[in-house]
């Protein structure tokens, strides 16, 4: 029997929302769906990001590659629509704090992101504006740690360091208001 299918079947996480950082050439803009940050440290090795798992246990600590911390949001792009996650260092996020203290939230923020330098590694800039509710339905958020812990093949569940369980990541939200108990913040430092 032939199935009628409407939405079209979901093409796995990792093809659906890829990780976006901000483009050296051209800012990007779009609008976010996540509540709050998700961040965690991360190093730079074989040509890609790479989680740390934390100072004692992490295999490239120890070779002494140094570590940053990222943060990941949610955000559809405009133009285009395309649901990504950007990711961001402390820098630029720390330009998001007043914002989320004004509006207890980063979703619904339209975001521009540029490197007014146009080199690569440049500084980032974001500027923040808010979303008209009543002209516009915001997505649903997607679940950003998850796609994360996917994308590197690590265990969602694995999420604070636990003394004596072996290496584990720690996730760190920032901006977080403690309304959004699915993603309680870990403390930050
Ligand atoms: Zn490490």
């Not at 996650?85 to 704090?97: C, G, R, V, Y």
Request: with cysteine; hydrophobic share 30%.
């Amino acid at each position: 029997m032939i199935e009628r299918i409407d939405s079209p079947p979901d093409e796995g996480s990792e093809n659906a929302y890829p990780i976006l950082r901000t483009p050296a050439a051209k800012p990007i803009a779009g609008v976010t769906t996540s509540p709050n940050l998700i961040g965690l440290y991360t190093h730079y090795a074989n040509n890609r990001t790479i989680p740390c798992t934390g100072k004692a246990e992490c295999d490239f600590c120890n070779a002494g590659f140094s570590r940053r911390w990222h943060g990941y949001l949610g955000l559809i792009l405009s133009p285009g629509l395309r649901h990504v996650i950007f990711e961001m260092t402390s820098t630029a996020a720390h330009q998001l704090k007043p914002y989320v203290q004004i509006y207890m939230t980063l979703r619904g923020c339209h975001l521009t992101a540029s490197r007014p330098n146009g080199k690569p590694n440049g500084r980032v800039v974001l500027q923040t504006k808010r979303v008209d509710e009543l002209q516009y339905r915001i997505p649903d958020p997607i679940d950003v740690w998850s796609i994360l812990c996917h994308i590197w093949n690590i265990p969602t569940t694995c999420t604070e360091l636990t003394p004596g369980a072996g290496p584990c990541l720690k996730k760190l939200d920032v901006h977080d208001n403690g309304r959004h108990g699915r993603h309680r913040a870990a403390p930050t430092r």
